[in-house]
């Protein structure tokens, strides 16, 4: 994976070649982009890339090929210790022709339920860290030598195009875990907090693991969880993973609303 910025940061963004500028834009400034089978590099960069997976693209994905967690995590994705953070992140993993498992012939074979970072390209944006001041997210455009879309004709301000691309209610689903992943990557890790880690890990992405831990172990006469979530979370991956981030909250940092019974 290429360093910049913005994954220093751990805002994720996929590049497929190792020529690109990361070009500042205002929020009402507009870029010219778009991407369809009419280009001629339609395909060239899902290939030999970084696509780092969010939660909700997990529980997306996984539900669209009608698979459990565990199968997805190893039929489909590899877990990296991204540098500099020591943190275990899932990315997609390449075919044997380093394309992505989803390429198809005729484009994204998951382009409905396609990861979050397939959808922002080519937006991406820096935030400040918890060391920095802070302020207002700074967004860029990544432009690829290899990427012609930049010279078609539509037009968009990147708010315009993230509301096109459907990302904005992924965006703030997935958000109080990036909050977490931006805190954990502030720690400076130790073995004996790998046990945290595999829990990360489990309520993160294998959500059907996180599913049985809740409800097949003692953990609800442990913890004082109300009946309403409880029903909530039985069958809803979404909102169980909500409630994921916030068990994570607790265990990582013993904060939030869960709590142990009196
Ligand atoms: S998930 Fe789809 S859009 Fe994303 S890299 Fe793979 S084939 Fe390309
Ligand atoms: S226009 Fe850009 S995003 Fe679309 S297929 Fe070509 S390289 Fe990929």
Same mark, same amino acid.
């Given at each position: ?42 395909? &060239? ?148 907090? &790998? ?68």
């Amino acid at each position: 994976m290429k360093e910049t910025k913005s994954q220093s940061d751990l805002q994720q963004i996929r590049t497929a070649s190792d020529r690109f500028r990361l070009k500042p834009i205002a929020p009402d400034e507009k870029f010219s982009f778009s991407c369809h089978p009419g280009v001629s590099c339609f395909n &060239d960069c899902c290939k030999q890339i970084d696509v780092l997976l969010t939660p909700f693209d997990v529980v997306r994905i996984k539900r669209k090929l009608d698979i459990r967690s565990d199968q997805f995590l190893a039929r489909y994705s590899v877990l990296q210790n991204f540098k500099d953070t020591d943190l275990p992140l899932l990315k997609l993993k390449m075919g044997d022709d380093e394309s992505c498992v989803f390429l198809g012939e005729k484009g994204c074979t998951i382009y409905e339920n396609r990861p979050v970072v397939c959808r922002n390209y080519p937006t991406g944006v820096a935030t400040k860290s918890s060391t920095e001041e802070a302020g207002e997210n700074s967004y860029f455009i990544i432009e690829e030598d290899m990427c012609k879309g930049h010279f078609e004709k539509e037009t968009w301000t990147v708010s315009e195009y993230k509301k096109n691309q459907g990302v904005i209610e992924l965006d703030e689903q997935n958000q109080p875990w990036l909050e977490i992943v931006a805190r954990l990557k502030s720690l400076a890790l130790k073995d004996d907090q &790998d046990q945290k880690m595999n829990v990360f890990i489990m309520t993160s992405y294998d959500i059907d693991a996180f599913r049985s831990f809740v409800f097949n172990s003692t953990f609800l006469t442990r913890f004082d969880i109300n009946n309403d979530t409880v029903e909530r979370i039985k069958s809803d991956d979404e909102e169980l993973l909500k409630f994921g981030f916030e068990w994570l909250k607790f265990i990582l940092f013993n904060e939030g609303p869960i709590r142990p019974r009196e």
